[in-house]
């Protein structure tokens, strides 16, 4: 009897520790499934920028009076292309709450 119930210890103890070791590889298996995709998400932005695109032109132009940001955004839409999206550009470009502009006042113009 003796030897029978040591041996059922034994199995019951062996029975355990296989069952937090399988406990245990499923943990640092999701953990390093989660660390690879953090690290992914974070890298993956920085690569996406090219470094071959070259940056873009531009000019500074001072407006005049009678002058609209929509002359302006005229004059570098491409053929076929929306003036209302070339002035939007010319808006963020220079940082504009609106298409207003004054003599005097200094514009960033892409060269196209």
Known sequence: ????????????LHAHVSQ???????????AV???IAVAAAVIAPLGSASSTEAPQQVEVRQVQPGDTLWQFA?????PGGDVRDSVNE????????SAAVYPGQRLVIPIR
Do not use: C, Y
Not at 90 to 97: A, G, V, Y
């Open 1 to 12: 009897m003796i030897h029978n119930f040591r041996s059922d210890i034994v199995r019951n």
């Open 74 to 78: 005229e004059e570098i839409t491409p």
């Open 20 to 30: 937090a070791t399988r406990q245990g590889k499923l943990v640092l298996t999701f």
């Open 33 to 35: 499934v989660f660390v």
């Open 90 to 97: 010319l808006e963020k470009l220079n940082d504009m709450d």
